[in-house]
């Protein structure tokens, strides 16, 4: 078995395992599950309730804006325009194409599917629109952070810097889906499924991108393009 597809098989599993959960939610929503209510008032209760200072809502907020989908749009252009510039033209493609079409596309075809509505409005502490159900911020951020995470991860051969640069992707990803439920305009299911469609997304993204660099890179040449991505 080559490198390619050793990297590849794990990644896809866990990929699989994150949809299925993803779906499992996604119904369980959809279905207005006991569970679904059980969970969602736990978790608000917990981040809410004799929390909220005007101190931590304004530190939220702002951190609440590096997960949304406007910012990290900007973002993602600023890194595929870098790649590109490097000749890493297949990396480009791949992180710029499943950011888009995973983070911004397919979240939002979700939630015009799911058509959840967002929690009251009364306790909301910043103005918000649209449906709830995936949380936009929670998909992205987790699309984002995760590309790069795993990007950084295969490309560095310390074991300590890969546990630090996967820690503070989790970091940022977990604080991001905290900080929409903080700021009443999600449910914890929004957030987890968020993570769940996210995770999914990266994993299998990735899995395949191992899969099809090599033969992707091969066309680039054919092309007369000089791709300087890594294939093996």
Known sequence: MNSNRTKAMPLLIVGIIALIAFIFEAVS???SSNWVAKFDLSWIARVRDGHISSGTTKITEFMSHLGSAEYLIVATIIVVIILFILRKFTVGLWFGGTFLFCGVVCNYLLKQFMERNRPNSSNWLVPENGFSYPSGHATATTVFYGLAALFLIFTVKQIWAKIVIGALALLMIVYIMYSRVYLGVHYPTDV??????????????TGVYFLVRK?????????????LSKTE
Do not use: E
Request: proline share 3%.
């Open 29 to 31: 929503v959809a279905k």
């Open 192 to 205: 987890l499924g968020g993570f769940l469609f996210g995770t999914a997304s990266v994993a299998i993204s």
């Open 215 to 227: 033969p992707l890179h091969g066309l680039l040449t054919k092309w007369r393009l000089k791709d």
